[in-house]
């Protein structure tokens, strides 16, 4: 009964070791692309009014928000918008681990920012 149990508590740390293997937490790269393709409008509905909107001389719009980070700091967050959609992305002196952030394949390769 003893090896049983024993044998049992190996193959449930031997599968725990290897999901942790194989995945990893996802970063505010990861999120800030999957905005691309999606509407100035959905993104606004989700993040609220931007704190600051740019039109550039060729139309497109650079929408940015701001995130208190501590005394002195704040993360910046850029959508660059054409004709109404998220085409590019970037930010500056943000944390790229946030908060809640779900586990997804190790495989998929953290996005780089194009903005």
């Not at 990861?30 to 060729?58: A, C, F, H, R």
């Not at 501590?70 to 590019?88: D, T």
Request: hydrophobic fraction near 35%; glycine fraction near 6%; include cysteine.
């Amino acid at each position: 009964m003893k090896k049983i149990i024993l044998i049992i508590l190996i193959s449930q740390v031997l599968i725990a070791c290897a999901s942790v293997a194989t995945q990893r937490y996802e970063t505010l790269n990861d999120l800030m692309q999957s905005w691309v393709g999606s509407s100035e409008e959905k993104l606004i509905n989700k993040w609220g009014v931007p704190d600051k909107s740019y039109t550039l001389t060729n139309g497109n719009k650079i929408i940015s928000y701001e995130t208190f980070v501590h005394p002195g700091r704040y993360c910046e967050e850029k959508f660059m918008l054409e004709k109404g959609i998220i085409v590019k992305w970037g930010h500056s002196r943000c944390d790229l681990s946030f908060s809640n952030a779900k586990k997804i394949s190790k495989d998929i390769p953290i996005p780089q920012p194009t903005l």
